[in-house]
């Protein structure tokens, strides 16, 4: 049996990365747990100390239930090495559509994640592989690729 997940992205800034995959992964800010207001409320309601409330939105989740929620969790040490694990967005329709229109797909959802705040890295594409492909970096320079 399958098991359910989340997936954790250790950050500096939990509202701004929030706000930058929430918009990446067409994604909503998750609901605080029922009988609570805000994630604030919960957290005081387990003994977390208020130092470590305020953050703003720090959850995501998937608005159709399909992929895991996310949650970006504030650590102290900034990002050094290069991740073990990215993630992949997927945008252009798989291979059955054309080679130039897959293309321009992942370069538009390039585009709109630079506006974003992501930075490109750059293109991965070989001659005579039917393959393109970009690699980009969050605002805090988490590797992700768009295909």
Not at 2 to 18: E, G, K, M, S, T
Not at 19 to 38: K, Q, R, V
Not at 43 to 55: A, K, T
Not at 106 to 118: I, N, P, Y
Request: proline share 7%; hydrophobic share 40%; charged share 30%.
């Amino acid at each position: 049996m399958a098991v359910r997940y989340q997936l954790v992205i250790d950050c500096a800034d939990p509202d701004r990365l929030a706000h930058f995959w929430a918009a990446a992964l067409h994604y909503e800010f998750a609901p605080a747990p029922a009988g609570f207001a805000t994630w604030d409320d919960y957290w005081r309601d387990v003994g977390v100390d208020e130092s470590e409330l305020g953050m703003g939105e720090d959850r995501i989740c998937d608005p159709a239930s399909r992929g895991p929620d996310i949650w970006f969790q504030p650590v102290p040490e900034p990002k050094i090495i290069k991740n073990r694990l990215h993630l992949d967005i997927s945008v252009d329709g798989g291979r059955e559509v054309p080679t130039e229109i897959r293309r321009q797909r992942v370069d538009a959802e390039a585009q709109r994640l630079s506006e974003l705040g992501g930075s490109l890295t750059r293109a991965l594409s070989e001659p005579g592989l039917d393959h393109y492909a970009v690699a980009m970096t969050d605002p805090e320079g988490n590797e992700f690729d768009i295909n």
